[in-house]
């Protein structure tokens, strides 16, 4: 083999190198594009998921809140000895509370889309646990009353709402803390 011949072969050989890394690197790089656009969307799906949870957990806690007030002015008006259209003046002021439940039914829809669904169906448990705490006020308050009944029906009532919350808020920490960060 003469000069000529191998000059044209090693040429071609260091082209063929070239080319053959500059495949590589092409895919390689393409690759991590592809695992980085992966990675950021995982992370905006916890983000949103986290953001979720905790607007849900937020209502449920101011819910919960505005129950025990409301609770509390039952007792009042049992002490008071209140006449009972001053009774009616606060069944009415709970009205809102209701709407409330019903805006929190709403705003599951939120837990729905930023999923997992099992997440979205314990949602249902939670609303309803705090519609019956609702209810036991309710009932009372229509009946101008607040018994040792009452008191332990509500103290049940939130008891087993405390209970469902929890399991949502667990699930909800274990969901968010078993994805890739």
């Known amino acids: 083999m003469d000069q000529g011949t191998a000059a ?53 806690s101011e819910i919960e809140r505005d129950l025990d007030l409301f ?12 006449s009972p259209e001053t009774w009616l003046e606060a069944f009415d002021e709970s009205a809102a509370l209701s709407d409330r439940l019903k805006d929190l039914q709403v705003q599951s829809t939120d837990l729905m889309l930023a999923g997992p669904l099992e997440l979205a ?25 607040w018994e040792e009944e009452d008191e332990e029906a509500y103290k049940q009532a939130r008891a087993a709402s405390g209970g469902v919350i929890s399991r949502f808020g667990g699930r909800a920490s274990t969901i968010l803390n078993m994805e890739p960060r």
Not at 10 to 32: D, E, I, K, W
Not at 33 to 56: C, G, M, N, P, W
Not at 71 to 82: G, I, N, R, S, T
């Open 8 to 60: 044209v072969l090693g040429a071609c050989v260091g082209v063929a190198g070239t080319l053959g890394t500059g495949f590589l690197a092409y895919f390689a790089a393409r690759h991590q594009i592809r695992d980085q656009a992966k990675l950021e969307h995982r992370k905006t799906v916890r983000s949103e998921r986290r953001e979720s949870y905790r607007d849900f957990l937020g209502h449920i």
């Open 71 to 82: 609770m509390l002015k039952l007792v009042k008006l049992k002490l008071d000895q209140a």
């Open 121 to 145: 169906i314990l949602t249902g448990p939670v609303i309803q646990a705090l519609d019956e705490e609702w209810q036991v006020l309710t009932k009372a308050g229509i009946a101008f009353r």
